[in-house]
Structure formats: structure tokens, C-alpha cells
């Protein structure tokens, strides 16, 4: 369950995009943040754990994390390494070509799903290029159209990260690769509307069965579950960022009852809606 003690509300962006690079950083103490941006972790080098939300993730090299705005980080103490940080807004995100639009929708609409991303020595050693070109734009003096730039960099990263993602092979072929990134597309699309893992089915052309096999093969989470914690990302931005209330989420959210959404939300997050909303209250006052 969360907890509002040492919970720090991450700083504002300048023009909603940082890129910086980290040697050795260390945390002498567990802080617990959340994110008002979409962040890029490319770890070269470390040793630790990172818990997002309630997950815990053990850091080691040559790996990428995809942690989304609302979600919850912390490092536990001890924890260390090297590697970049990657911080980015939706309204930077708008500056960049609408190709890749699909790229962020699958990563980061459902980030749950793409949490951590290992990668092999040529992947890694593309990437740190990249990276290290853009953290030197990023430096220089401002001058026109520099957020354009950087905006092209970040949209080359997003690109080559989804052609990591979509390339990696745990015993199923390219076809069910493909589907199941057309699958996390279609939840960002119709999770408003569409619940049922057959709904969904359908419009891929497969039973639901194989649907709920595939997702487990490709992320170790059933079809269900990945719709659920779309849903549940959505709820929490908005009891986050909005002073809506709660019918009113629930409403846009498409249950038929504050009631309904209420049970929904307590069953998949631990807390009520209330709750959570409180854990919020006077932060950073």
C-alpha cells in the first residue's frame, strides 16, 4: 500500500523536457516520488532496486526502465549506478512527428506492461549514443528551434526502443509480437468503452483464449489484467491531477455507479479512491 511518508512531488520541467546524465548515483535513503512526467531510464551500470508503484525491480546494466506520469518511483537505500534519466511531458511529446505516435502509445499508455526492458550489448551501445548526442544538444546554449531538435532525438529514442521491445523473443514468433502491440494500441483506444478481453478478441481476429495466452507468453500478465491496469492508470491520473469527483470520474471512466468504480478501484489498488486522493493532500506545502 502507499504511503504519504517521505513522499516528494516531482520539481516542474522547464519547457517539460530534461535529459541528465548520472555517475554513481546513489541514494542514501528511500524518498518516494511521483511523477508529473514521462521518464527514460537507461541504466549502464548498477546495483539496487527501484519499486515502481508496488513493484520492485532489481537494477543491473544494460537495462531501460519506462516509468509513465503518475506512476510512483522510490530506490532503496544503497541503491547505485550509472546511466541516464529521461524526463519528458505530453505537450514536449506534441513537438515531435506524429509517426511515432504509436511508439509512446504502446510504451507508455499501458507502461505497466513495458516496466523494464532488457537490452543486448549492440542495443545498448546504440542507445548511449543516442542518448549522449541528445544530453549534448540539450546542454548547449539555447538557440531557435532547439526544442525541435530535441523533440526529433526524442522521437529517433522512442522509435528505436519500440523496435527493442517489439524485436525481443521469449519463445513466440513475430505474429503474436505484432498482435500483441496491436492489443496494448486498441486498450489505449477503447478502454472507455471496451472491457471484455473477447471484445477485444474479436477485434484482432483471435479467440479470447489465445489473446490471454499470447499476453502471458509476451509479459507475463493475462489479457484481463493489462485492460485493468489501464483503466486503473487513467483513475489514478485523474484523482491526482483533477479535483473531479469521484462520480464524476467514474462516470468518464464509463461505470455505471461511483459504487461500481469505487470496488473496482479498491480491488486493483489496495485503497479506495478516497484514499488515495488523500494521499496527496498538502504535499509539498
Known amino acids: 500500500m502507499l504511503s504519504i511518508s517521505n513522499l516528494v512531488v516531482e520539481e516542474e520541467i522547464k519547457n517539460s523536457f530534461s535529459i541528465r546524465f548520472l555517475e554513481d548515483k546513489k541514494y542514501e535513503q528511500k524518498s518516494t516520488y511521483r511523477l508529473v512526467y514521462n521518464r527514460i531510464l537507461l541504466i549502464e551500470s ?18 531501460l526502465f519506462l516509468i509513465a506520469k503518475g506512476q510512483f518511483i522510490s530506490f532503496n537505500a ?8 529521461l524526463s519528458f511531458g505530453d505537450c514536449f511529446w506534441e513537438r515531435t512527428p506524429s509517426s511515432a505516435n ?16 532488457p537490452l543486448n550489448h549492440q542495443d545498448n551501445i546504440e542507445l548511449i549514443s543516442i542518448f549522449k548526442s541528445l544530453w549534448y544538444e540539450y546542454q548547449k546554449e539555447e538557440y531557435i528551434n532547439q526544442l525541435d531538435a530535441l523533440a526529433a532525438y ?13 524485436s525481443l523473443s521469449k519463445g513466440f514468433d513475430s505474429y503474436e509480437n505484432q498482435t500483441y502491440a496491436q492489443f496494448l494500441e486498441l486498450i489505449s483506444k477503447n ?6 478481453v473477447a471484445d477485444y478478441a474479436d477485434l484482432l481476429g483471435i479467440s479470447a483464449r489465445k489473446l490471454t495466452d499470447l499476453c502471458k507468453r509476451c509479459s507475463n500478465r493475462g489479457a484481463k489484467e493489462l485492460i485493468n ?3 486503473l492508470a487513467e483513475a489514478k491520473r485523474a484523482l491526482q491531477f483533477t479535483s473531479n469527483p469521484v462520480k464524476e470520474i467514474a462516470f468518464q471512466l464509463n461505470f455505471t455507479t461511483a459504487e461500481q468504480f469505487s470496488h473496482f478501484f479498491k480491488k486493483n489498488a489496495q ?11 498538502n504535499i509539498g506545502n
Not at 478502454?191 to 471484455?196: A, G
Open 46 to 63: 548498477g546495483k539496487g532496486e527501484i519499486i515502481i508503484d508496488d513493484q520492485v525491480f532489481q537494477i543491473s546494466s544494460l537495462q
Open 78 to 85: 544503497e541503491t547505485k549506478f550509472t546511466g541516464y534519466e
Open 102 to 117: 504509436n511508439c509512446k502509445a504502446v510504451l507508455f499508455n499501458n507502461a505497466s506492461a513495458n516496466q523494464t526492458i
Open 154 to 166: 526524442l522521437k529517433i529514442i522512442m522509435i528505436k526502443i519500440a523496435n527493442v521491445n517489439h
Open 191 to 196: 478502454y472507455k468503452t471496451s472491457r471484455e
Open 229 to 231: 491496469g489501464q483503466i
Open 271 to 281: 485503497v479506495s479512491p478516497h484514499e488515495y486522493r488523500l494521499l496527496f493532500l
